[in-house]
């Protein structure tokens, strides 16, 4: 098993941990989530620089990480909307969005082709942490109300450039695939 491997393994361990600490009333829930899911957000960094680094990059790991993110940012969403915190529509669309394009992802890896992220889904997904993360940890900062409206918006720009990039992929992808049919 390879470390980017282990570090994207690790990442999907600590979804259900993030979800369970988030979602229970327990004293200071939101720092500790926080910080749970900005773990996780950061060895998404660290598993893609030592997979390039080592040479490490295998076709377990090009599946699992994305899936990975898409695991991380769905429960988080969804425990941002039974807080009341995220409109479910805003998450339905995201999640649908991820859950297209991994099987997208699925289909071109069993034809033996690969895509790598574009740079707008790269900026999406640090959009998506950034709101994510404000609307987790908002509550226990101070100016919470101003913090939640300024989360809001961020996550309303995440979701344009989510769509955008799923927009982007399925044009961008049909056309390679058409031509190699």
Do not use: C
Not at 6 to 14: D, F, H, S, Y
Not at 158 to 173: D, N, P, Q, R, W
Request: cysteine-free; glycine content about 2%.
């Amino acid at each position: 098993m390879t470390i980017p491997n282990i570090l994207t393994i690790g990442r999907i361990v600590l979804v259900p941990i993030f979800l369970v600490i988030l979602l229970t009333e327990m004293h200071n829930k939101e720092i500790i989530a926080f910080l749970i899911f900005l773990v996780a957000s950061i060895t998404d960094a660290v598993d893609g620089y030592f997979a390039r680094r080592l040479n490490q990059i295998t076709e377990l790991g090009k599946f699992l990480d994305p899936l990975a993110d898409k695991l991380l940012i769905a429960a988080a969403l969804l425990a941002l909307v039974s807080q009341g915190y995220v409109e479910a529509w805003i998450a339905a669309v995201i999640i649908l969005r991820e859950i297209f394009i991994t099987a997208f992802r699925f289909y071109f890896l069993v034809k033996e082709n690969t895509f790598s992220a574009s740079w707008i889904a790269k900026k999406k997904t640090l959009f998506q942490i950034i709101a994510v993360s404000l609307l987790i940890l908002h509550p226990r900062l101070p100016y919470a109300k101003t913090i939640l409206e300024i989360a809001t918006y961020i996550l309303y720009f995440a979701l344009f450039l989510t769509v955008y990039s799923g927009i982007e992929y399925i044009i961008k992808y049909t056309k390679v695939d058409s031509v190699k049919e």
